[in-house]
Structures are given as structure tokens and as C-alpha cells.
């Protein structure tokens, strides 16, 4: 980690520690003071993006419907499959909470930060204790794009949206399957709201 000046915040960002085992006594080790912010979008649509991103660079893997169960005809959810696997939200929380405080965690909700990026924003930095910087001035909604680009980039003053893989079309998916799989996700969704004390609305 860079070294931080009393008036700083050192950000740093890796989708993987979420669901990485040895991750949060790493990080408690290293400071107990860390906030944790955690973007988390229905597991579901989630499953079928992580899906379409690996599609993309290796375009010989099974199909979806085929990854996703070890079993279909019972339902039998493969939750060895990281798509899948990253998804129980309420299965990795539990691993932090053992060493941090939910009052220490923020979590973003994906479609939020989609459908109002400044208002997701603005909690961001209400929970890291910091003035509201970065407001709705700095959206815009790109419609070429079909997501909300920053206003500016600071290098060179231009708009910036994000790349092209990110908010790619997604892979079709069979509607029976993503039916299952959202009977499969639901009480690990009920309890995730439980323990955060947050309705994320993925129904
Ligand atoms: N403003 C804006 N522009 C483009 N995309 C946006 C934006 N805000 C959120 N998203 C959603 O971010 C999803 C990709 O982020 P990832 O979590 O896959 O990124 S990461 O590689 O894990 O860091 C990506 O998922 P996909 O749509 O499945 O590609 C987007 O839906």
C-alpha cells in the first residue's frame, strides 16, 4: 500500500478479496481500521455477466446452463462454479464479520449504481467520513454507451466512460434456468439483507 498523509485516503481495489478466504484476516492484520466498500448486484445477473466476461476471452467454454448445475433435472446448483459461488453473498460476509464490524462495511448496490451513480456515490463517501466531492455534476448518461460516463476525466478533461468490457450485452440465457437459479439464490439473498440490515430488491 502507498503511504497516506493525514489528510488522504488510500483506496485500493480487488474484486477478489470478497470472496477470498484468508482476505480479511490479511487485512485486519495489516490495519483493523480499514473500511470495507463492497459492490454487490443481484447474483443472478451477476453469474450470467462473470459468464459473458469469460465467454469473451475463451469462447470454447460449456455452455451457461451446463456450468451452472451438477444436476439440472434436480436442481442441483453447482456451487463449486465461481459464478455461481461468488454470488452467496451471506457465505462470504461471514468471514468478514468475523473480523470486522458491519459498521466497518458498505455495501453498493450494483443496479443503483447504474440507475444513480451520484446517490450511490454520495453514501460512499457519507460512510468514509468525506465531503460530498463528487456529485451529480459529475455524471452524465451516455446514451451510445447505455450506462452513466463521468463528465470529466482529470488527465484530459474529456468525458470518460468506462471500457468496452464493461457493461457488455450479456449472453441469453434460458428463462427455466434463471428461474432455478433464482429459486437457488433466494435464501442466501434473504439472509444477506438480514445480516446488513439492507433490501436489495433482487426478485
Ligand atoms: N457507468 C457504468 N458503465 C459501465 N458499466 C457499469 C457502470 N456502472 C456499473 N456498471 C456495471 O459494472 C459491471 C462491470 O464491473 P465488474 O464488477 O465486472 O468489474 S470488475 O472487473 O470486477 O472490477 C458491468 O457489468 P456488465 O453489464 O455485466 O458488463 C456494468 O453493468
Redesign the pocket.
Known sequence: MPRTLDSQITVE?T?SYFVTKEAPRRIFNMSRDTKLIV?V?NPV?RA???Y??TLSKKPDIPTFEGLSFRNRTLGLVDTSWNAIRIGMYAVHLESWLQYFPLSQIHFVS?EK??TD?AGEMGKVQDFLGIKRVITDKHFYFNKT?G???LKKSESSGLPR??GK????T?VQIDPEVIEQLRDFYRPYNIKFYETVGQDFRWE
Open positions: 481495489k474484486p459492490v448486484r445477473t450470467i455477466s462473470d459473458t466476461q450494483g449504481l447504474i451513480p454507451k450506462f452513466p460516463c466512460c468506462l468490457s464493461k457493461g457488455r450479456h
